[in-house]
């Protein structure tokens, strides 16, 4: 028996290889068939199954390339109703992999369809379960991802969530292994563990929502509580997995085109394409091609580009680092983001060695920021944190404007306002600053500093206090 957890950590996307005499198992796949295809070729294996414990909504998952590269059979637990062809198994259905077997427990919650996949090994014995978002280390997934199928609500979702985890997961023995689908960072959960596997029983010790004598009504009102909206791009996301997508081959055939700067220039405006510039946080507010929004490779790539894109169709032109403009494109496609139409052939440098205009984003550190506002009293600041992370601690005369809704509460700021942007290391507001300077907004001061830093300076900031409690937020 060989277990292998393929962890990406933009997306903190756990997929699965499993194997047992030659033949192997793929768990939710990502876009990109290689990492699988590579796996079964080097340890001569064929894969046989591609199971998928739900419609994911953070990713586009690559079942239907995979099958289509290797043979191999798309598995849905029951209730995924599909437009391409799979085998739907009943609760309980067996697979044989090898001297392996792997069990289908329908563990509905998260959406109607989660399934968990019990894994039984060479002995028969309960080794390991793939929990998908049903179950996570540290918490379970969000009950409100579904798309909508008649009065179906969150709570009604969380109570097929709380019966799941009690008949079908926690009987199971303590020592079964908890592979779940996503770890900290992931938008699925509310308060994932950084580990990305556990056993039952520590799970049964430590996780909230596994809690001895915990009622139905106490578990829906827990787990629906305090949910942020969802990213817009989630229910696209769902709804591509569900009916089928374009090939990856072509969308890499299309989207790692090298332009020079004339060609990406014609290209830009004859299709109104965004252009997506990846660099560093410190590379971009140096210089960029004028009207790019940054976006940055080395940040959370993927889900930011999915909360702050609104069209998966949008023609797309990348400004990369050299040598990673295909690492850009596939990274955009695991989110649906599959009109790339190429990139800048020798990145920015080439930009400006052909004499075309270059932008800057005005930035600034801490101690330029404490000087400013020494001598100048108050200034207009624009928080881009999240609203738990703004509630908790922030300077006193700021504005929250979280990144995930700035398209949707733009409106909410003035145009005619100079302001200066933070959020906790710069990375978010860079991203914040390139939007609203792209969309017209004027004298943005860009503070590229570590939040943690303004208290010390002997700002005054504001703490929210929990009105019931006294507790600190």
């Not at 629906?224 to 709804?239: S, V």
């Not at 900031?461 to 937020?473: D, I, K, L, Q, Y």
């Amino acid at each position: 028996m060989y277990i292998e957890q393929i962890y990406t950590g933009c997306l903190a996307q756990g997929a699965y290889y499993i194997e047992s005499e030659g033949e192997a198992a793929v768990i939710d796949p990502l876009r990109e068939t290689a990492p699988y295809l590579d796996r079964a070729t080097a340890r001569n294996a064929q894969i046989k199954y591609i199971f998928e414990t739900h419609f994911h909504a953070d990713f586009v998952s690559g079942h239907l390339d995979l099958a289509k590269e290797s043979g191999a059979q798309i598995i849905y637990g029951p209730e995924a109703e599909t437009a391409y062809e799979k085998h739907l198994a009943k609760d309980g259905e067996e697979f044989s992999l090898g001297k392996l077997k792997i069990r289908v427990l329908h563990t509905p919650g998260h959406t109607p369809e989660s399934t968990t996949y019990l894994l039984i090994d060479e002995q028969g014995k309960e080794h390991a379960i793939f929990t998908g978002d049903t179950l996570f280390i540290g918490d379970v997934g969000r009950p409100d991802l579904a798309q909508k199928k008649g009065s179906l609500t969150k709570e009604d979702l969380a109570g097929w969530l709380f019966d799941s985890l009690r008949n079908k997961i926690m009987p199971l023995p303590d020592d079964v292994i908890v592979y779940p689908a996503h770890g900290a960072g992931s938008a699925c959960g509310k308060n994932m563990s950084s580990e990305t596997w556990s056993t039952l029983g520590q799970q049964k010790e430590t996780n909230y929502a596994l809690r001895a004598n915990m009622t139905r009504d106490e578990f829906i009102a827990e787990v629906t509580d305090g949910l942020l909206p969802p990213p817009q791009y989630f229910a696209k996301n769902a709804k591509l997995n569900k009916q089928g997508y374009e090939a990856i081959n072509e969308v890499m055939e299309r989207g790692a085109r090298p332009l020079p700067p004339a060609a990406f220039e014609t290209v830009a405006n004859e299709h109104g394409a965004l252009l997506l510039d990846v660099r560093s946080k410190e590379e971009f507010v140096r210089g960029f091609v004028p009207n790019s929004i940054f976006i940055g490779l080395d940040g959370s790539f993927a889900p930011w580009v999915g909360a702050l894109i609104q069209d998966l169709r949008q023609p797309i032109l990348i400004i990369a680092p050299e040598g990673r403009e295909e690492e850009t494109v596939t990274r955009l496609a695991r989110v649906g983001y599959d009109n790339a139409l190429g990139y800048l052939e020798g990145g920015f440098a080439a930009w400006q060695a052909a004499g075309y205009q270059v932008d800057q984003i005005e930035t600034i550190g801490i101690d330029e920021f404490v000087n400013l506002r020494k001598d100048n009293g108050e200034l207009p600041v624009l928080d881009v944190r999240k609203p738990n992370e703004w509630e908790a601690e922030h300077l006193e005369e700021s504005q929250n404007l979280p990144l995930d809704f700035i398209n949707a509460h733009m409106h909410e700021i003035d145009r005619d306002q100079a302001y200066y942007l933070h959020c906790r290391s710069g990375y978010r507001s860079t991203v914040a600053a390139s939007i609203l300077q792209a969309r017209g907004f004027e004298g943005l001061v860009n503070v590229q500093a570590n939040f943690a830093n303004f208290n010390p300076q002997g700002l005054p900031t504001t703490t929210f206090v929990c009105p019931s409690t006294g507790a600190e937020n």
